[in-house]
């Protein structure tokens, strides 16, 4: 019985080591390029159920008739890498052609600065954010971007308050200085202070889903955003996990509607940033703290691992403070029937439904892998 001790002990060990990873958010980096399907798990029916490769059947909408895209590429690795992604406020869902061509904004503010960035690509969206509402009588076109606005920063799953074109400066500290898409789980840095009366906080969400709504850049951009939203809400409101801009609870999953972001002969474009599950990381704790308990014993014969308890969960949302996004997942080729999966398999446990169709690239900043 040696031999089988032996190997369940290295799988222990095994587990140990993977456990230890996940908790300190210990990445690996590698110069090799990830496949498709090395980059994300993938849905496997074996473990989540053969639902889990069946489309939606109660969709209760559908792309417009004779809807046509691009279904001969290999879209998988051809998006530009980014280091940070700032989503601007703008209260609208289409913009001009480029939107640093929207005078008078934080678009166009923050393009004028991208030499002064130094930790990587600046990816730059517009987004319908909702900005303060104009006073009683004043028309809003004439308000354009003289009202401050939020800006979200991503992967640090950040929201800066109170921003207009003449602060955007005093943002570049908080860019250059914030995690990025390759920037390992356990790497910590004192975020600088900002100004009165820009606030930064925490973004309270456990994902948000971005939708290229720019139908100025292609229609169907236009045509298909709003479809998405309303399977994507659906969903989530299913799972008591839908969250509108006005909605004050913390978790759920938000959804907004962004400037483009290229390929939209693939649309529809979907970019997914999830935080890590608490869940997920307790029940990591849990494995390594036990197995660690007995890993000395002789035989590990009948050894059952205990389940997550409450404590190891508190642990868990504390080790989530300042950690920002784990994956940034970005899809296309997504259609109605498709919502529901991405939100049970995509936004909550990371994992892709059809990635060689679909998708197109991302980072796990807990595995250190990138798809550039």
């Not at 159920?49 to 889990?52: D, K, M, T």
């Given at each position: 019985?040696?031999?089988?001790?032996?190997?369940?002990?290295?799988?222990?060990?095994s587990i140990?080591s993977a456990?230890?990873?996940?908790i300190?958010?210990?990445?690996?980096?590698?110069s090799?390029?990830?496949?498709?399907?090395q980059?994300?798990?993938?849905?496997?029916?074996?473990?989540d159920?053969?639902?889990?490769l069946?489309d939606?059947?109660?969709?209760?909408v559908?792309l417009?008739?004779?809807?046509?895209?691009?279904?001969d590429?290999?879209i998988?690795?051809?998006?530009?890498?980014?280091?940070t992604?700032?989503v601007?406020?703008?209260g609208k869902?289409?913009w001009k052609?480029?939107?640093e061509?929207?005078h008078?904004s934080?678009?166009?503010a923050?393009?004028?600065?991208?030499?002064?960035?130094?930790?990587?690509r600046?990816?730059?969206?517009?987004?319908?954010i909702?900005i303060?509402?104009?006073?009683?009588?004043v028309p809003?076109?004439?308000?354009?971007?003289s009202?401050?606005?939020?800006?979200?920063l991503?992967?640090?799953?950040?929201?800066i308050k109170?921003?207009t074109?003449?602060?955007?400066?005093?943002?570049?500290?908080?860019?250059?200085s914030?995690?990025?898409?390759?920037?390992?789980l356990?790497t910590h840095?004192?975020?600088?202070?900002?100004?009165?009366?820009?606030t930064?906080?925490?973004?309270?969400?456990?994902?948000i889903?971005?939708?290229?709504?720019?139908?100025?850049?292609?229609a169907r951009c236009?045509?298909?955003a709003?479809l998405?939203?309303r399977?994507?809400?659906r969903s989530?409101?299913?799972l008591g996990?839908?969250?509108?801009?006005?909605?004050?609870?913390?978790?759920?999953?938000?959804?907004?509607?962004?400037?483009?972001?290229?390929?939209?002969?693939?649309?529809?474009?979907v970019?997914?940033?999830?935080?890590?599950?608490?869940?997920?990381?307790?029940?990591a704790?849990?494995k390594?703290?036990?197995v660690?308990?007995?890993k000395?014993?002789?035989s590990?014969?009948?050894i059952?691992l205990?389940?997550?308890d409450?404590s190891n969960e508190?642990?868990?949302?504390?080790?989530?403070?300042?950690e920002?996004?784990?994956?940034?997942?970005?899809?296309g080729?997504?259609r109605p029937?498709?919502?529901?999966g991405?939100?049970?398999y995509?936004?909550?446990?990371?994992?892709?439904v059809?990635?060689?169709r679909?998708?197109?690239g991302?980072?796990?900043?807990?595995r250190?892998?990138?798809?550039w």
């Open positions: 019985m040696t031999r089988p001790i032996k190997k369940m002990k290295s799988t222990f060990q140990i456990g230890q990873n996940i300190s958010g210990t990445t690996t980096s590698t090799e390029v990830p496949s498709a399907t980059l994300f798990p993938v849905v496997d029916p074996a473990v159920g053969s639902e889990c069946q939606c059947a109660t969709c209760e559908h417009p008739k004779g809807w046509k895209i691009d279904e590429d290999d998988y690795g051809q998006v530009k890498g980014w280091a992604h700032v601007v406020g703008t869902s289409d052609r480029d939107v061509d929207e008078g934080v678009m166009e923050l393009h004028k600065e991208r030499d002064n960035i130094t930790n990587g600046l990816m730059l969206s517009a987004s319908n909702p303060p509402e104009p006073p009683e009588g809003p076109s004439t308000m354009a971007y009202c401050p606005t939020v800006v979200f991503l992967p640090a799953m950040l929201e109170n921003i074109q003449s602060t955007t400066s005093a943002l570049l500290p908080l860019i250059n914030s995690p990025t898409t390759t920037t390992a356990n840095k004192d975020l600088p202070s900002l100004p009165e009366p820009l930064i906080t925490p973004l309270p969400r456990q994902a889903i971005l939708l290229c709504s720019h139908r100025t850049r292609d236009g045509q298909s709003p998405l939203y399977e994507f809400s989530l409101r299913d996990l839908y969250r509108d801009a006005h909605d004050s609870r913390p978790g759920g999953v938000s959804i907004h509607f962004i400037s483009h972001v290229g390929g939209h002969k693939y649309s529809a474009n970019m997914v940033y999830r935080r890590r599950s608490t869940l997920d990381i307790a029940a704790s849990t390594a703290k036990f660690n308990q007995t000395e014993q002789e590990t014969d009948d059952e205990p389940k997550v409450a508190a642990e868990a949302k504390t080790s989530l403070e300042g920002g996004a784990v994956q940034g997942i970005w899809l080729r997504v029937e498709d919502c529901e991405i939100i049970k995509t936004v909550l446990h990371g994992k892709v059809k990635p060689d679909q998708l197109r991302g980072f796990d900043r807990q250190g892998l990138a798809s």
